[in-house]
């Protein structure tokens, strides 16, 4: 079931994807594509593996709206994090340092079909990602844990409007049904000297909401 759902989801966010390029060659010789860029404010602990032991912060995405014609608009979008921790225990006279590093990437893109209504505009469509997340642990300076980079695959269903505060600038909200899924078969790790291994994968489904800015640049 799972498979099915991811299946259709990829297929409908390639046929818009398709449908803009078609788009674009018919608007050859016509309105110039127009392009902007924007922020959209999420949730770093949607995307981070379950299990992570991790706390959830808010990390900002940066968009590139690229409008096609009056219908279409395709929107890459890349978003990062990175976050270091020291925990130390203190035990009579002796004391203990662990030092956790996580980071995740996130690239995407996104296909929209448009609607405008004189200042608002609202868009349908769909957004896909790849997700890299790394974790490391270690423990004084003798043990350490260190993951690899585990890959993942983000596919969200969305709708979103702004509204047009002048010629340039959007202010707007969009909201998703993000499909998340995540898998490495083999994550060496090393403790001690000694080595071993941890087959790691998981999913998981999440309404999302996001406050988006956008500024379009003169054409």
Same mark, same amino acid.
């Given at each position: 079931?799972?498979?099915i759902?991811w299946k259709?989801l990829?297929?409908i966010?390639a046929? @818009?994807?398709v449908?803009?390029s078609?788009?674009a !060659?018919?608007n050859? #010789?016509?309105?110039?594509?127009?392009?902007?860029?924007g922020?959209s404010?999420?949730d770093v602990?949607?995307l981070?593996?379950?299990?992570?032991d !991790?706390?959830a912060?808010?990390v900002p995405?940066v @968009?590139i709206p690229?409008?096609?014609g009056?219908?279409?608009?395709?929107?890459?979008?890349?978003g #990062?994090?990175r976050?270091?921790?020291t925990?130390?225990d203190?035990v009579?006279?002796?004391?203990?340092t !662990?030092?956790?590093?996580?980071s995740?990437?996130?690239?995407g893109?996104?296909a929209?079909?448009v609607?405008t209504?004189e200042?608002f505009?609202?868009?349908y469509g769909?957004?896909i990602a790849?997700?890299?997340?790394? &974790?490391s642990? &270690?423990t #004084?300076?003798f043990?350490?844990? /260190?993951?690899p980079?585990i890959p993942?695959?983000?596919?969200?269903p969305?709708?979103?409007?702004?509204?047009?505060?002048?010629d340039?600038?959007?202010?707007? =909200?969009?909201?998703?049904?993000?499909?998340?899924?995540?898998s490495?078969?083999?994550?060496?790790r /090393?403790?001690? =000297?000694?080595?071993?291994? /941890?087959?790691i994968?998981?999913?998981s489904?999440?309404?999302?909401?996001a406050?988006?800015?956008?500024?379009?640049?003169?054409?």
């Amino acid at each position: 079931m799972k498979q099915i759902t991811w299946k259709v989801l990829a297929v409908i966010v390639a046929w @818009l994807l398709v449908q803009g390029s078609v788009s674009a !060659q018919s608007n050859v #010789g016509g309105a110039a594509a127009r392009v902007g860029l924007g922020v959209s404010i999420s949730d770093v602990g949607e995307l981070l593996p379950a299990g992570s032991d !991790q706390t959830a912060a808010i990390v900002p995405s940066v @968009l590139i709206p690229i409008t096609i014609g009056d219908w279409f608009r395709v929107e890459p979008e890349v978003g #990062g994090y990175r976050n270091t921790s020291t925990l130390t225990d203190v035990v009579g006279s002796t004391s203990g340092t !662990q030092t956790r590093r996580f980071s995740l990437l996130h690239i995407g893109t996104g296909a929209f079909g448009v609607a405008t209504k004189e200042r608002f505009k609202f868009y349908y469509g769909g957004r896909i990602a790849y997700l890299r997340y790394k &974790q490391s642990s &270690q423990t #004084g300076s003798f043990e350490s844990f /260190t993951y690899p980079s585990i890959p993942g695959w983000l596919v969200a269903p969305a709708v979103g409007g702004e509204y047009m505060l002048s010629d340039h600038f959007s202010l707007g =909200g969009e909201v998703q049904v993000r499909f998340i899924s995540w898998s490495a078969e083999s994550v060496p790790r /090393t403790a001690g =000297g000694f080595s071993t291994s /941890t087959i790691i994968s998981g999913a998981s489904i999440s309404t999302y909401g996001a406050l988006v800015v956008r500024f379009y640049f003169p054409l």
